[in-house]
C-alpha cells in the first residue's frame, strides 16, 4: 500500500511562491508517475502536472506552464511542486497521486494512490 505525504501549503500573497513536497512511502517502482491536482472549493479536481520516475519527463497544465514546475528526487520518493508568481485563482487544495498507468496524466481516474491534500490559500 503506498502512502502519499503533502506537505508545503499555506497562506501566501499574491506574486509570493510556495514549494509543495509529496513523499511516497515506499520507491514507487509500481508506479510510473506522479501527478498534481488541485481542486478549488465547488469546482472539479484539476490537473495541474505531472512526472515519470523514469526520465523525469514532465507534463503540465497548459494554463499553468510557466510558472508551475514539476521535479523529482528519486532517492527520497519524493516529488515536488514549485509554484511562482501565485494568483488567488491558485487558492485550493493541492493533491498529489501516484499511478501504475503511462498517458493520459491529466485524468484523475488515471491514478491508484492519492494524497490526503495541502491548503493553498492566495491572498489578493
Known amino acids: 500500500q503506498v502512502q502519499l505525504v503533502e506537505s508545503g501549503g499555506g497562506l501566501v500573497q499574491a506574486g509570493g511562491s510556495l514549494r509543495l513536497s509529496c513523499t511516497a512511502s515506499?520507491?514507487?517502482?509500481?508506479?510510473?508517475?506522479m501527478g498534481w491536482f488541485r481542486q478549488a472549493p465547488g469546482k472539479e479536481r484539476e490537473f495541474v502536472a505531472a512526472i515519470t520516475w523514469t526520465g523525469g519527463n514532465t507534463y503540465y497544465a497548459d494554463s499553468l506552464k510557466g510558472r508551475f514546475t514539476v521535479s523529482a528526487d528519486n532517492a527520497k520518493n519524493t516529488v515536488y511542486l514549485q509554484m511562482n508568481s501565485l494568483k488567488p485563482e491558485d487558492t485550493a487544495v493541492y493533491y498529489c497521486a501516484a499511478t501504475y498507468d503511462s498517458g493520459n496524466y491529466d485524468d484523475p481516474w488515471n491514478y491508484d494512490y492519492w494524497g490526503q491534500g495541502t491548503q493553498v490559500t492566495v491572498s489578493s
Open positions: 515506499e520507491r514507487t517502482f509500481s508506479s510510473y508517475a
